[in-house]
Nanobody, 126 residues
Framework: QVQLVESGGGLVQAGDSLRLSCAVTGGISSYGMGWFRQAPGKEREFVAAISWSGDDTSYADSVKGRFDISRDLAKKTMYLQMNSLKPEDTAIYYC????????????????????WGQGTQVTVSS
């Protein structure tokens, strides 16, 4: 049984930083991972993704240059360092995992993700 557990959300002011973590348990190998977010009344949207190897990443334009995705394979944990936070970053953040045949594949489409965490709330006040 594969499970993903996010942590690190909270309430911060505009301009502050937060680091989200996503721990993976259960038997899964060679998987890409990603972060998505969903604001009230909006659809879930892509934020960032990283390959199994960690060498390849992709970011949404809205977070490029402010957010940094990384992973520690030994700890089976993925991170999202969020800097210069804005009120429009307020959302529930979800981590997800997708099996990938190649270690360099970065998965950016939501429907390709098989496993999801429960989400962690990030609130940025102005």
């Amino acid at each position: 049984q594969v499970q993903l557990v996010e942590s690190g959300g909270g309430l911060v002011q505009a301009g502050d930083s937060l680091r989200l973590s996503c721990a993976v348990t259960g038997g899964i190998s060679s998987y890409g991972m990603g972060w998505f977010r969903q604001a009230p009344g909006k659809e879930r949207e892509f934020v960032a993704a990283i390959s199994w190897s960690g060498d390849d990443t992709s970011y949404a334009d809205s977070v490029k240059g402010r957010f940094d995705i990384s992973r520690d394979l030994a700890k089976k944990t993925m991170y999202l360092q969020m800097n210069s936070l804005k009120p429009e970053d307020t959302a529930i953040y979800y981590c997800a995992a997708a099996r990938t045949p190649w270690h360099s594949i970065v998965v950016v489409t939501i429907i390709e993700y098989e496993y999801w965490g429960q989400g962690t709330q990030v609130t940025v006040s102005s």
